[in-house]
């Protein structure tokens, strides 16, 4: 009996570890993007998202915080956000953080003021509280800032690729390009003249002292042909 139910729970962890894993990398993903859509570092945006609930929507915290950036409700309802769905918590989150950012002008500080709120970074004259879970929350997320400097994340790889590819302006069509071509490298042909050599139009018999004289009349004939070229 112990052994199926072992059994039983081996075989359910190997089923639904991959889900977990896909769910990770999506979420991962999606926050290396807005991040960088924001403005905002995405070593960061990963380093908070994985202290704060490791990448778990699902995470509740004991001071009613929730999902992936571990947003208390009335800050999101502030903010405009709705922190129960996953894609608006991952926004929410990434903008308070820029929000304490742009406040105090120091990473340390707004993660500082993200854990423990902006009043009681003021309070202790702009420096980290004295409270021991914000110091451990800033370090922790410290060490995991550097980490992922060092050693890109393949989300953040990804994004910015992804990023890059939508900024790059669609190809010509190929009908249009080569004509675009033909117009920039083939130079317009000048028209070319062919003068015909006037044929004698007509003979004349004069007659000067009993002696007849044939004069050709040489006048040129007006026979021009203008051959021009066109570039297609």
């Known amino acids: 009996m112990r052994k199926l139910l072992l059994f039983t729970i081996v ?53 009613g915080a929730v999902g992936v950036f571990q947003l208390m409700p009335s800050t999101a309802r502030r903010m405009g956000i709705n922190p129960y769905s996953l894609n608006e918590n991952i926004k929410g989150g990434i903008m308070y953080y820029k929000s304490m950012y ?12 993200y854990n423990a709120g902006p009043g009681n970074v003021k309070r202790y004259n702009n420096s980290i509280p004295p409270y021991a879970e914000t110091r451990r929350f800033v370090s922790k997320i410290m060490t995991d800032y550097h980490y992922y400097k060092k050693n890109s994340d393949p989300a953040i790889k990804a994004a910015k690729a992804s990023i890059a590819a939508a900024k790059k302006p669609a190809p010509a069509p190929a009908a249009t390009a080569a004509a675009t071509a033909a117009v920039n490298t083939t130079a317009p042909k000048v028209a070319e003249k062919k003068v015909i050599s006037p ?34």
């Not at 139009?201 to 040489?218: G, P, S, Y």
């Open 102 to 113: 742009k406040m105090f002008g120091s990473v340390e500080l707004a993660l500082a003021a």
């Open 199 to 232: 044929a004698p139009e007509l003979v004349k018999a004069v007659d000067v002292n009993a002696v007849k004289v044939e004069v050709i009349d040489e006048t040129p004939a007006d026979l021009e042909i203008e051959a021009t070229s066109l570039a297609i």
């Open 11 to 63: 075989l359910v962890t190997l089923c639904f570890a991959p889900a977990n894993a896909a769910d990770i990398n999506s979420i991962k993903a999606n926050i290396a993007k807005h991040a960088i859509e924001m403005g905002v570092d995405p070593a960061i945006a990963l380093s908070i998202a994985r202290t704060e609930s490791g990448f778990n929507h699902n995470a509740r915290s004991r001071h």
